[in-house]
């Protein structure tokens, strides 16, 4: 009974995650859903892959699975494996921390003919604490892998000498010192390596300077009762933006100010109040291209063009910069007489003059469709509406260069009918962001993502949303199935079905594994 009393904090904590281990005799009645789910997901990659080639394009996925493929193997020795190991000689890695389990075979693939004393190196550079790409399937536990021995088929591993450099160069000895102290005794401190949890080892400082200015510093802000998130949010930015604004009086001649988010949707809060104190940034990867709003209104247009019955897409033409009529009014027009809202607004022409123009703006560019390129119709329905000088005005010239960057990818999307076109951009709007602001080229304050932001330098640096809560952030629902690797096996596990109150264990001890290794990663973000 002693012994039991005595335990450590650390051995307790074990057993409890133990009572929470799935009965594997209970996961056999989900065994047939996840064999269904592999059956469903194979047709679907099948079919993907077979449009891909009907395109001529691969994804990266596809990418490091044909090399993976072309090196072959030991027992299938290819053309390609041959080539390259005569070839290399020295191998020299960066950022090891965030290689992928496909990455790592290839590597393995890679070494496998090499053999001690024939000269060949092997140089592999990381900081497991600086690990944090999980989303593009970077994995930490790979890095402590390497270091025990790079294991290779039927030869014995090829075992790194590790060197650890703890000398920072790039921050004062007071930020080292406070860095230290906050992630050596609480939020890196007791790792969990199964948990891709990374042992953190303190940094030295290159010199011995007066780190006391560099300590950083805390603000909170305090919701009120009747006071929404929101707002809170919007009172944090206008507090950042007059803090930086008062550092820049003082900025020595080439400082620079680094102003970094979590995540790329904070972004648009504090674009707002920077341009209401009127502090030009310049934006790493910022907005995407289909959330500024001039751009999300000549797209519209495009829609509308194409579509004459889409009623979303008229409405939004309606409060657009180039129309801009009231909700009263819209409400008015929804309720004429006709079968879509170009025929509804000929009774109104008369009475407002902005609506006659813009009627007949659109009646000539819909006689266009078809026989000229759509870029060029909307181009010249937007110029037609005074587009340019209207979005000008408003969001001045990054605004314009933005809409324009909009029809420059319209006019890459062209090809069959126009109603391919517009599919082919609002597929492509996913992965594209605002331009560079030519304004603002100069600034010495940049605002970016901490992803972006990764092995660069700041005199000074800004972290807002600290109160970013990864686990709860994106739509909340589970994914439909998890694969996770334990010990080196994937462990696949469909998500329960609403319609069946019943629980999966599997599912849930793989769920709350995939919570423990994203609160890591997020460690490593704060880091």
């Known amino acids: 009974k002693s012994a039991i009393i005595n335990l450590g904090d650390e051995f307790v904590e074990y057993l409890n995650e133990i009572r929470r281990y799935p009965d594997l005799e209970k996961f056999a009645d989900e065994v047939e859903a996840v064999e269904d789910l592999i059956l469903v997901v194979w047709a679907a990659l099948k079919m993907y892959r077979k449009i891909c080639r009907s395109k001529g394009v691969i994804d990266y996925v596809d990418l490091e699975l044909g090399a993976l493929k072309a090196l072959g193997s030991v027992e299938s020795v290819t053309d390609s494996l041959l080539f390259w190991d005569r070839s290399i000689k020295h191998i020299l890695i960066d950022e090891f921390q965030d290689t992928s389990s496909t990455e790592y075979r290839i590597i393995q693939r890679l070494l496998g003919g090499w053999e001690s004393g024939d000269g060949r190196t092997l140089f592999l550079v990381g900081d497991p604490k600086q690990s944090i790409y999980r989303f593009r399937k970077a994995d930490v536990s790979i890095f402590y892998k390497a270091e025990k021995g790079i294991e290779r088929d039927g030869l014995e591993p090829i075992k790194p000498v590790p060197v650890k450099l703890r000398t920072n160069f790039r921050s004062s000895s007071g930020l080292i010192s406070w860095v230290n102290s906050l992630f050596g005794k609480t939020v890196m401190s007791r790792p969990r390596i199964e948990y891709e949890e990374v042992r953190f080892i303190d940094a030295i400082p290159a010199c011995d300077n007066d780190g006391s200015r560099c300590i950083p510093e805390l603000a909170l802000f305090v919701k009120q009762e009747d006071e929404s998130g929101n707002r809170v949010r919007r009172r944090e930015a206008t507090y950042l933006a007059r803090k930086v604004e008062e550092r820049l009086a003082i900025l020595e001649p080439g400082e620079t100010i680094g102003v970094l988010v979590f995540t790329r949707t904070h972004l648009a809060c504090y674009l707002e109040a920077f341009k209401e104190a009127g502090i030009p940034l310049q934006v790493k990867d910022g907005l995407k291209l289909a959330e500024i709003p001039e751009v999300a209104h000549l797209a519209n247009l495009a829609r509308a063009i194409v579509r004459p019955h889409d009623q979303l897409s008229w409405i939004a033409c309606l409060r657009s910069p180039w129309l801009m009529l009231p909700v009263s009014l819209i409400k008015d027009i929804l309720e004429a007489e006709g079968n879509t809202i170009f025929q509804k607004l000929k009774d109104f022409e008369s009475e407002h003059e902005n609506i006659r123009i813009f009627r007949t ?24 509406l005074k587009g340019p000088e209207k979005v000008a005005s408003i969001s001045g010239l990054a605004g314009v260069n933005a809409c324009l960057k909009f029809l420059d990818h319209l006019r890459d999307c062209e090809g069959g009918s126009p109603e391919e076109t517009l599919v082919q951009i609002d597929f492509l709007l996913e992965s594209l962001y605002d331009p560079q602001d030519i304004t603002t080229a100069d600034s010495p304050v940049f605002l970016m993502t901490v992803h972006g932001a990764k092995g660069l330098e700041f005199d000074h640096c800004f972290i807002p949303w ?57 460690r490593r973000l704060f880091y």
């Open 466 to 522: 600290m109160d970013y809560q990864l686990l709860q952030s994106g739509r909340g629902e589970k994914p439909a199935y998890l694969s996770v690797s334990l010990e080196g096996v994937p462990v696949v596990a469909s998500r329960p079905d609403k319609r069946v109150k019943r629980e999966n264990c599997v599912y849930d001890f793989l769920f709350e594994i995939e919570k423990r290794k994203t609160m890591a990663e997020a």
């Open 361 to 384: 703006a659109m009646a000539r560019t819909r006689s266009r469709i078809g026989r000229d390129q759509l870029s060029k119709v909307v181009r010249k329905a937007w110029t037609d």
